[in-house]
């Protein structure tokens, strides 16, 4: 049999498709069938010769024919390894010739700035280019044109890559992508057209994306995204659908570049439509002869201009009532009668409840150090139990609350031929719950402060929490060993003991505060649960405190001492109750916590009772703005014919009292000019939060205005109106990397000569 070759490069695409077509058609290209008797490869330096084996559809002794010859040839241009493939027959002998593709040695990147190199490989390795894997020129294109679309995300409109080849020894190649990553792309003008009820500025203020403003270098808000634009089209359209606008509709969007890719301008076009006033309500469907318990639920109030917010609730809240019936599949659909010529809407709510259903099986996934018992404990719904979704509900925000976990899912899934049975497959996202801190700070009351702790809030995936913390400041040091088991008793009983070392040195009107009060101690306390939101704790404590003095002492700590020693042993009993129904402890905007605590102490040298009682509320004013009200009432008393001790007495000034007043100078002076504290105190505050212009509704940073009244008195002094302290002023509070921070500038509204003032505060780790 003559020798023929059949092949072809795919370097040039259209001289391929017309070899690959005569090789399957003409018959100037026709094989004899013949049977193989070898099959040999050429060309190969890297591949391992079973990779081209592995991709042939004929071995030794088949029968060899075109068709074969065609298919080998596709199937081994689909592997991407070859540049070029050649068949050549000689007689009954096959030999498959190839030239490989360069492999890529390296990938480099010249010009970065606004990107991590890793997030780049990465983004290009998913679409064929990365170290090791062979080198395409068509790949090596559309790695460009997705380095691109990475800066779009940025608003880098203007970067252009430039992609160079270097050709390495034993056919590899270096790639050198080289970014100029230009300006960013700023929003310069947004304009809004069409709208007729309310005015353009207002609309504005609704949306994500904005000009360039004061804090747009932190809010990212002045450049442009789709998706931020497509969020704030939905914004636009709830913002009209809750205001009666049923047939609001955004017509068209355009965005425009400037020649120089520095500039963006957006142009939207809404129309308004009529506004539409419910008329009434209908329930349609089963609701298992309970209309009157759904009736309740109804958000929305005939009367009233339509809002879809109202629906949309009282959707949820009947699929919730639903569940806690044990219909985990209940459906209900809002529909709408219209009647454009009076501008009138009659709302429907049909429900089709479905089966009743219970928890067959609870299954825990993701937790690869938490043990199942620590998520298990938190669950309130029980297998092999009707299910009930407020319970469901409840179990996944106690789980999310114990903090050990980025996100916390419960999906319900169908028993398959158990028509009447769901698993509950709850899937945790573990996160580092240990943490080692050695920093340093500064704050108006305490100057320089240093800071070390090394904590751990689940111990051995136990839940238990661990902690050893060390503070320094100009008033006061901490040294503090802490250890928590959240369930010390399998009902729930909590227990925590605490280590300390702690010393205190009073402000003083003349300085030379070189006197201290040093407190070494140790507690024990437990919290028992009497629902879900209230606790009682109940712990006892042993504690040593020390005055200690130079030629400064402070004449009421002198007169202490002399009466009663330089040491006292107290073992203080402390009763204490908190309810906590806010929806954040950190950044509160709704709810209301509640808490009172007793000291006692029954023994030792002292003999005392020390109460603490505080009430806060949080009420939401709108979507953005949110009312704050806290209320302090401390009291403190001598027993059993003995004096108070000095050293346990309230202290008030600065953050957390009465602001713009100094850190703890609130209250009696004695003749010495030191800052004593009083046996009884009382702060009220007052704060309104409002985000902070181009952020948003983020929660984590907010501006408020606030309003102090409060202050501090001695066991002899009248407590009256007359001698309450005051301040107003405004402050910033955000939710920082390392803590909460607060400052606040204020001015003092009520006060006496003598006090002093301090306008600007701030400190890490306040809360109120």
């Known amino acids: 049999m003559p020798s023929s070759r059949l092949g072809f490069a795919s370097a040039r ?47 030794v002794g088949d029968t060899y024919n075109e068709e074969k010859g065609a298919a080998a040839l596709r199937a081994l241009f689909a592997t991407g390894l070859f540049k070029d493939v050649r068949i050549e027959i000689d007689g009954t002998i096959v030999t498959v010739i190839v030239e490989e593709r360069p492999v890529i040695q390296s990938i480099d990147f010249v010009g970065l700035k606004e990107f991590d190199k890793d997030v780049l490989v990465k983004a290009l390795r998913d679409i064929g280019i990365g170290e ?75 949306m994500e994306l904005t000009t360039p403003g004061w804090f747009t270098w932190y809010t990212k808000g002045d450049q442009y995204a789709r998706s931020k634009l497509n969020a704030d089209l939905e914004t636009l359209r709830s913002f009209y659908l809750n205001r009666g606008y049923l047939e609001f509709d955004v017509d068209a969007t355009q965005v425009a570049i400037s020649p120089d890719k520095e500039d963006i301008a957006i142009s939207i076009n809404i129309r308004e439509g009529q506004r539409y006033f419910v008329t009434g309500v209908r329930l349609e469907g089963d609701f298992l002869g309970k209309e009157d318990d759904f009736k309740s639920l109804v958000a929305i109030r005939p009367g009233e201009p339509y809002r879809a917010e ?40 049909s429900a089709q409840p479905s089966r009743r259903v219970y928890v067959r099986r609870i299954d825990i996934a993701g937790n690869t150090k938490t043990r199942d018992e620590v998520i298990r404990r938190e669950f309130r719904q029980l297998e092999s139990s009707w299910y009930d979704g407020r319970r469901i509900k409840l179990s996944r925000d106690r789980v999310d609350r114990l903090g050990f976990f980025k996100d916390v899912g419960i ?69 503090v060993l802490s250890s928590i088991d959240p369930y010390f008793t399998i009902d729930g009983v909590s227990r ?43 712990g006892v404590g042993i504690e040593r405190t020390e005055i200690r003095g130079g030629a400064n002492l402070p004449n009421s700590y002198f007169l202490y001492k002399e009466q009663f020693g330089d040491t006292s ?106 800052y004593i504290g009083g046996t009884r105190r009382l702060n009220v505050n007052t704060e309104l939060y409002l985000p902070v212009p181009g952020t948003g509704n983020d929660r984590t940073l907010r501006w408020f205005g606030y309003l102090d009244a409060g202050n501090v008195w001695g066991a002899d002094e009248p407590v009256s109106m007359d001698s309450l302290r005051a301040s107003a002023g405004v402050g910033l509070s955000w939710i920082s990397p390392v803590g909460p921070l607060k400052l606040s500038w204020g001015v003092p509204v009520r006060k006496k000569p003598e006090d002093r003032i301090q306008r600007l505060q701030f400190q890490i780790g306040t809360a109120f």
């Not at 009291?635 to 202290?651: E, H, M, S, V």
């Open 132 to 206: 090791g894997l062979p080198f395409d020129r068509a790949l090596a294109d559309r790695a460009e044109q997705e380095l691109k679309r990475q800066y779009l995300t940025r608003s880098l409109y203007g970067a252009e890559v430039v992609t160079t080849v270097t050709p390495r020894e034993r056919n590899r190649v270096s790639v050198t992508f080289t970014v100029t990553e230009g300006q960013v792309t700023r929003i310069r003008e947004i304009r809004i057209t069409g709208n007729q009820a309310y005015p353009e500025s207002v609309l504005r203020g609704l």
């Open 411 to 479: 999906e319900t899934v169908e028993v398959p031929g158990a028509a009447d049975q769901v698993d509950l497959v709850v899937t945790v996202t573990e996160k580092p719950t240990g943490n080692i801190l050695l920093g340093a700070g500064f704050s108006s009351a305490d100057r320089l402060t240093i800071t070390a702790s090394l904590k751990q809030e689940n111990v051995f995936g136990s839940g238990n929490y661990l902690g050893i913390e060390v503070n320094t400041g100009r008033t006061g040091r901490t040294l």
């Open 13 to 59: 695409p259209l001289v391929a498709v017309a070899v690959l077509a005569a090789a399957l058609h003409a018959p100037a290209w026709a094989v004899d069938p013949f049977v193989l008797r070898d099959i040999r490869i050429e060309g190969l330096q890297r591949t391992d010769p079973g990779t081209v084996f592995a991709s042939l559809p004929f071995r």
């Open 569 to 674: 042993t107290s073992l203080p009993i402390t009763v204490g109750w908190a309810r906590d129904r806010r929806d954040s402890a950190i950044a509160p905007t709704a709810g209301r916590y509640q808490r009172v605590n007793f000291d006692w102490g029954l023994a030792g040298d002292t003999r005392y009772l020390r109460t603490n009682l505080q009430f806060q509320q949080y009420l939401q004013i709108s979507p953005r703005l949110s009312l704050g009200f806290n209320s302090e009432l401390g009291w403190g008393r001598g027993l059993g014919g003995r004096q108070y001790p000095i050293f346990k007495n309230f202290f008030g000034g600065g953050l957390g009292t009465v602001r713009a007043f100094d850190q703890g100078s609130l209250g009696p002076v004695d003749v010495t000019g030191a």
């Open 310 to 349: 109202a629906v949309a609730e009282t959707v949820r809240a009947f699929v919730d009532r639903f569940g806690t019936f044990g219909y985990a599949f209940a459906r209900v659909v809002p529909s709408t009668e219209v009647d454009r010529a009076t501008g009138r809407v009659a709302v429907t709510l």
């Open 496 to 538: 925590a003991f605490d280590i300390f070392y702690r010393t205190q040195r009073p402000l003083n009107i003349f300085g030379g505060n070189d006197y201290q009060l040093i407190t070494p101690g140790a507690s024990i306390r437990f919290g028992v649960p009497f629902s879900e939101f209230d606790t009682v704790f109940v």
